[in-house]
């Protein structure tokens, strides 16, 4: 009889850890970048110091484009597309983020930088905003926070604490 008090738990205890993991899609960074609005970058690879053409489609509003890569771009309303110059200074190999803001709404793109780019020795560094290089984290914990985090603990321990509350009770009425 133990044996099937202790198969319970252990059934109950892994279709709640098995519903409270995540789907497969949501590992993956950047799946989930869904707008009203288009926007891309064109090309998505390009060398330090080339111009990319930067788009929107169905915007409304202005356009905010940021990105540690090049300075801030806004496309102005009734626009579809605006050019940024990247930084001599740019990382060959890297993956710079470059975030696009209609209105209250956000999303983002890659934008990657090839190496061999064109040299310019005459070339005077200008201050700019450094936001980084967009750098993963492995599929460990991008997109989780502290909140869903908690709340996935809680889960787990309300489904263990009920598993070991049910096995005690039962052991309880079979001893009496």
């Not at 990319?52 to 202005?62: A, R």
Request: charged share 15%; net charge neutral.
């Amino acid at each position: 009889m133990r044996a099937i008090r202790v198969a319970s738990a252990a059934l109950l205890t892994a279709t709640a850890l098995t519903l409270t993991a995540p789907p497969a899609s949501a590992a993956v960074a950047g799946e989930e970048n869904i707008t009203s609005f288009g926007f891309r970058v064109t090309p998505s690879t390009i060398a330090a110091g080339g111009q990319v053409t930067l788009s929107v489609d169905g915007c409304q509003n202005n356009t905010k484009v940021t990105s540690g890569v090049f300075d801030d771009v806004t496309i102005p309303k009734g626009r579809t597309t605006a050019t940024a110059k990247v930084f001599w200074d740019a990382k060959p190999g890297a993956m710079y983020e470059v975030t696009f803001t209609c209105g209250q709404e956000s999303g983002t793109t890659d934008l990657t930088i090839v190496g061999g780019g064109q040299s310019n020795p005459s070339h005077q560094p200008t201050p700019h905003h450094t936001r980084g290089v967009k750098a993963g984290v492995g599929g460990s914990s991008d997109g989780f926070d502290a909140q869903q985090i908690a709340l996935g603990g809680a889960l787990i321990a309300g489904v263990l604490g009920t598993a070991y509350y049910w096995t005690r009770r039962r052991a309880g009425q079979d001893d009496a």
